[in-house]
């Protein structure tokens, strides 16, 4: 399972990091990702990153935010910078994980974590 956590409300122009750990039978992890839900809009992809570390962006976010992760320690995490009253939204990881090494990957979504930009 994926536990998001570090949401919360903050000033137009602020940071906030997001993490998300994995858990459980893992025997590896491919790509991770966080994604977000506007109210009233549908879930959309905000960065993902590799297992070798190469990110993608939403062109929205580019420059402001940076996804990384630690494969030792199964988690993942979002560095928002500048942040905007657009961003507001449910943050949610995913995680395309593998319990055995003959088995595929299945994507897990973590419970999601509100961030709040206003003044």
């Known amino acids: 399972q994926l536990q998001a956590s570090g949401g919360g409300l903050v000033q137009p122009g602020g940071a906030l990091t997001l993490s998300c750990a994995a858990s459980g039978s893992i025997f590896d992890i491919n790509d991770m990702g966080w994604y977000r839900q506007a109210p009233g809009k549908q879930r959309v992809l905000v960065a993902m990153i590799t297992r070798s570390a190469i990110t993608d962006y939403v062109d929205s976010v580019k420059g402001r935010f940076t996804i990384s992760r630690d494969n030792a320690k199964n988690t993942v995490r979002l560095q928002m910078n500048s942040l905007e009253p657009e961003d507001t939204a449910v943050y949610y990881c995913?995680?395309?994980?593998?319990?055995?090494?003959?088995?595929?990957?299945?994507?897990?979504w973590g419970q999601g974590t509100l961030v709040t930009v206003s003044s």
């Open positions: 995913k995680a395309q994980v593998r319990s055995r090494s003959w088995s595929s990957y299945s994507d897990y």
